[in-house]
């Protein structure tokens, strides 16, 4: 994946962050190059869900820098303007765990809010490019449904066509299966590994070792710090730390 | 004891008429009480905004925390030693609208506060500033759960204008009164005014539930 004269989509550099007292994410640094796919995984608690919501400032860190297509996001704590912050945040794409669709809207709506509102485009290009996209996730024919009316896949799926309809460089999940029935689960991770063979560049909070091992370039076990990093079969098979072959225990027991 | 309604017949032009300034002055306070309730709300919502939260939370601080008799008193008879002279109406409705305002604004607050904050998170990591947001998916999300408290406060403010008889006004309680002075018939005329505050009150909280059902509909079931 990494060729000298590619630049990296997301560059992290000796993150930290607190709540208060509490040090959640300490000397974290990572690149994320072009059409990657990184997942990562670590116990409830080890900091996954804040070092994605550091990517896009929903959180922001104290210490260290990230930087996203080449632009400074936040550097030791000050971020961009809001101007600007909002400009980068469209590059950024996010997927929640529990969707977070506005439910005032209707499911063709949702998707096309962010493109008529932030990207100036005519209501009917807007509509078009969400239809097209509702398509793609499989969901054309509930776009004059309303959130409360489909299920956790079908939701979720949405979320993943209006998060598609700013047109982000990269795509942050954060345990996006995780709030589903099982049976529902097998419909979103189609949809992401649909979108991990077009090229798009992911960042992927979960506990789908399936997944993991399909469309992972690489796989981050966290717990405060990255404690291991590799390719899906070296981290799965051979974990290096102690931590990590207890953490793969748990999670494959269940 | 006999009862004698005729002065309530003979006036009745006088009472409809007073009845009608009444829901004007109601329907305009109303009105400013909404401008100023989102606005302090929405200034209450982020206390590390020191000023502005600061001074709405003053606001409510000394609307709520005073009688509205008082607060009308201070526009009608303060005012007027500043050289500020103003039509009693207009007057009545900025004393009722603010000292409203001060309740709705808690309930602006509330409403908006209510809203799961995973709705902000999503449309603030689409590029959203904070208010499109606001505008675009908090409020009217908010608006609904607004509503059946902001018509508890309507039929509030239908009654706590009867004050405003006491700036002169001519509304319902004022041509009541009137009334009274020359057919020294208290007891039938206050009965009167408070049946007509009754259908008032009545209707206003009717009307609301019809708005509350039309806003549920198309869907927004939440
Ligand atoms: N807003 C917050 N304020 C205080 N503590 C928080 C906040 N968000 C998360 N935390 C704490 O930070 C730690 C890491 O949380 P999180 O990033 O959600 O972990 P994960 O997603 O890996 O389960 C947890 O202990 C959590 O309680
Ligand atoms: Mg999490």
Known sequence: MTTSDIRPILEIRDLGKDFGDFNVLRDISLDVMPSQVVVVIGPSGSGKSTLLRCCNCLEVPQRGSIRICDKDLVVDGKMLPDRELNALRMQVGMVFQGFNLFPHLSVLENVSIGPRKLRGMSAKASDELALSLLDKVGLKERASAYPAQLSGGQKQRVAIARALAMEPRVMLFDEPTSALDPELVGEVLQVMKALAAEGMTMIVVTHEMGFAREVADEVLVMDGTIIEHGKPEDVFSNPKQERTRTFLKCILSH | ?222
């Open chain 2, 1 to 222: 004891m006999e009862l004698d309604f005729s002065p309530v017949w003979r006036g009745w032009p006088d009472l409809l008429h007073g009845a009608s300034v009444t829901v004007e002055i109601t329907v305009a306070s109303l009105v400013l009480s909404i401008i100023v309730g989102l606005c302090v709300g929405m200034a209450r919502l982020d206390p590390g905004k020191r000023i502005l939260y600061g001074t709405a939370s003053a606001y409510v601080l000394f609307f709520r925390g005073t009688p509205l008799l008082v607060q009308l008193f201070l526009l009608f008879f303060g005012l007027p030693q500043f050289d500020i002279l103003l039509p009693a109406f207009v007057c009545g409705v900025i004393g009722l609208g603010l000292y409203s305002g001060s309740y709705v604004s808690e309930v602006v607050r509330g409403a908006i506060q209510s809203i799961d904050r995973g709705q902000m998170e999503a449309a603030r990591s689409m590029g959203m500033s904070y208010a499109h947001a606001m505008r675009y998916i908090i409020l009217p999300q908010a608006v609904l759960r607004m509503v059946p408290p902001l018509g508890n406060e309507f039929i509030a403010l239908i009654k706590n204008s009867a004050l405003v008889s006491l700036l002169t006004i001519s509304d319902l309680m004022h041509e009541g009164q009137k009334i009274i002075s020359v057919s020294y018939r208290s007891l039938e005329v206050y009965i009167a005014v408070a049946l007509i505050y009754l259908v008032l009150t009545t209707l206003a909280g009717q009307t609301l539930r019809l708005i509350e059902k039309r806003l549920r509909v198309g869907g927004m079931v939440q």
